[in-house]
């Protein structure tokens, strides 16, 4: 479960450990996948950002689809993972869900 808290317009959102090792796994299977080196790694910072997609008004074969309607930018939502040795910028799915009651602040650690 992420937990999420809200102060001056600014969304925090603090990833469960379970999503972290998830993420964590993903990330030695890339790295390991491009170099041969295993040593062990934390992730550093995780940040979900948005790449800007300017559309062109003519459409070419590659890149994504434009909207219907839309006339400017597209804003694309990526995870940025850094690591001591490396930068990822991934594409995952984001789905955003209502905060129960019982999650309004961050863990206490």
Do not use: W
């Amino acid at each position: 479960m992420d937990y999420e808290l809200v102060h001056s317009r600014v969304k925090f959102i603090y990833p469960s450990e379970e999503e972290m090792g998830d993420l964590t796994f993903i990330v030695a299977e890339r790295k390991n996948g491009c170099a041969s080196s295993s040593r062990s790694f934390n992730i550093l910072l995780y940040l979900l950002v948005f790449q800007v997609i300017h559309q062109s008004s003519t459409p070419s074969g590659s890149g994504p689809a434009p909207a219907p309607c839309s006339s400017g930018p597209v804003l694309q939502p990526r995870t940025l993972i850094l690591t001591s040795t490396d930068v990822f910028l991934l594409d995952e799915d984001y789905v955003s869900y209502p905060l129960p009651d019982f999650a309004k602040e961050p863990p206490s650690r």
